[in-house]
């Protein structure tokens, strides 16, 4: 069994920064995919970034491209999202997920989930 648990949520304005963290517990060991997806209000979960634990490579949706970094820490078993610029569009519930692999931005290659936290930019 995995466990994932986001932190770092909050409220900010538009301009502004937040950095989410990712906790994994339990039999990672294969989990090398780790995605970062979000829920805005009345539509569909989307990907956000991802992030390859053997090699670090890196994939972002274009809406966030030059605003987000993803990044890992091995060791920790934790993965990070640090959102810059913040826009009122940012506004979700934003989601952690492990994966075997497979596509990055699809939800269903994802096995384990964590709770979500929100998001909420103003303008």
């Known amino acids: 069994q995995v466990w994932l648990q986001e932190t770092g949520g909050g409220s900010v304005q538009a301009g502004g920064s937040l950095r989410l963290s990712c906790k994994a517990s339990g039999s990672t060991s294969k989990l090398y995919l780790r995605g970062w997806f979000r829920q805005p209000p009345g539509k569909e979960r989307e990907g956000v970034a991802a992030?390859?634990?053997?090699?670090?490579?890196?994939e972002y949706a274009d809406s966030v491209k030059g605003r987000f970094t993803v990044s890992h820490d091995i060791a920790e078993e934790t993965s990070f999202l640090q959102m810059n610029n913040l826009k009122p569009e940012d506004t979700g519930t934003y989601y952690c997920?492990?994966?075997?692999?497979?596509?990055?931005?699809?939800?269903?290659?994802?096995?384990?989930w964590g709770y979500g936290t929100q998001v909420t930019v103003s303008s």
């Open positions: 997920a492990a994966s075997y692999g497979g596509h990055w931005d699809q939800a269903r290659m994802y096995l384990y």
């Open positions: 992030i390859y634990y053997g090699s670090g490579n890196t």
